[in-house]
């Protein structure tokens, strides 16, 4: 990708593709990106460690496993219902946005900039994303440290519309490029492989084993069940 076909009189004031985009009221990001992606992985760090600490308090011999999938609950609650939640009220005025959360979404629309141009997909699905597996994240967290059996259903049930939603993301960023030419990321590897790709796959990856292992804990009950109820009958 080049900025060839576009002429000075074309370019906008801003580091988004395409760069005759118009983005109303759009004011640079003052805050440095080591210290924006520091911020976002010391909330991350921090939501982690409270979770551990509570977990261990409400369940001293909690496995490691079950430890590891509240954190990732914990953490999705945290992303979906702020985060995410922060750009589903503030849509309408991103590229203007100058608080800590407005300057990360703005750092992270270098790979997609329909987060700063009020997509429809993108503001649709980042507001379900937020009102639904944003608080049930949180519910599910719980259940798992309680070591509840109903986590089961409700992991299953977040963990695919996370991927459900991850899946349809990707797939119009692809079709709207090949099929319209649209141009959504800047042209550095950097920004599509690792905002776009990596930071994105984790909730297609964990999400999908977290199914995996809950229909395989659900198969394993329904088995012990139908063993009882079958001697029972004898």
């Not at 990001?29 to 979770?51: D, E, H, M, W, Y």
């Not at 995410?84 to 900039?113: I, T, V």
């Not at 997909?121 to 309680?146: D, H, K, N, Q, R």
Request: proline share 6%.
């Amino acid at each position: 990708m080049s900025t060839s076909g576009y002429t000075e009189a074309t370019m906008a004031d801003h580091p988004y593709f395409p760069p005759d985009l118009d983005l109303p009221g759009y004011t640079p990001n003052q805050i440095g990106v080591p210290i924006l992606l520091a911020s976002f992985a010391g909330a991350v760090g921090f939501a982690c460690s409270v979770t551990s600490v509570v977990a261990r308090t409400v369940r001293p011999g909690i496995s490691k496993g079950q430890l590891l999938t509240a954190m990732w609950f914990v953490v999705c609650g945290c992303i979906h219902l702020f985060f995410e939640g922060y750009f589903a009220y503030h849509n309408a005025n991103m590229p203007a946005r100058m608080d800590l959360f407005g300057q990360l979404w703005k750092e992270y629309a270098l790979s997609d900039r329909r987060y700063l141009t009020r997509d429809s997909f993108t503001v649709c699905m980042e507001t379900v994303t937020a009102v639904a597996w944003g608080p049930l994240s949180f519910v599910i967290a719980w259940l798992v440290v309680t070591d509840s059996p109903f986590r089961h259903p409700l992991q299953i049930v977040v963990s695919l519309g996370q991927m459900y939603g991850d899946v349809l993301y990707y797939a119009i960023f692809f079709f709207d490029e090949s099929v319209y030419g649209a141009v959504y990321c800047r042209p550095e590897p950097f920004y599509f492989w690792a905002y776009f790709v990596m930071m994105n796959g984790f909730w297609i990856v964990i999400p999908g084993w977290i199914i995996y292992t809950s229909v395989i804990e659900t198969a394993k009950a329904f088995r012990v069940a139908e063993g009882s109820a079958k001697v029972k009958s004898l």
